[in-house]
């Protein structure tokens, strides 16, 4: 069973670890609702895999009771994301 710190920084694997332990699911009957794996929920979870497809990314959402935008997170640029001007004074 993974640990909390073994969720490295997966926003999508926390998330979808956190809302499963809400709703009191474990990850075998989560993955046999969804009809993966569990190995592969677990990888999920995290943060082993780079990227999830999106019917998968959608079963999970379903069956968790929330928005795959919701499981996806919002987007937070990096310092590098940002316009050089942001920076400079005038």
């Given at each position: 069973?993974?640990?909390?710190?073994d969720r490295a920084d997966s926003g999508l694997g926390r998330r979808i670890w956190q809302r499963r332990r809400q709703l009191g699911l474990s990850g075998r009957q989560l993955a046999r609702r969804t009809g993966i794996e569990p190995s592969q929920l677990s990888k999920i979870e995290?943060?082993?895999?780079?990227?999830?497809?999106?019917?998968?990314l959608q079963a999970l959402a379903?069956?968790?009771?929330?928005?795959?935008?919701?499981?996806?997170?919002?987007?937070?640029?990096?310092?590098?994301?940002e316009p050089a001007l942001a920076t400079q004074e005038k």
């Open positions: 069973m993974p640990q909390e710190h995290r943060g082993v895999v780079p990227t999830i497809r999106s019917d998968t379903f069956h968790l009771g929330v928005t795959s935008d919701w499981l996806l997170g919002p987007y937070e640029p990096e310092e590098t994301d």
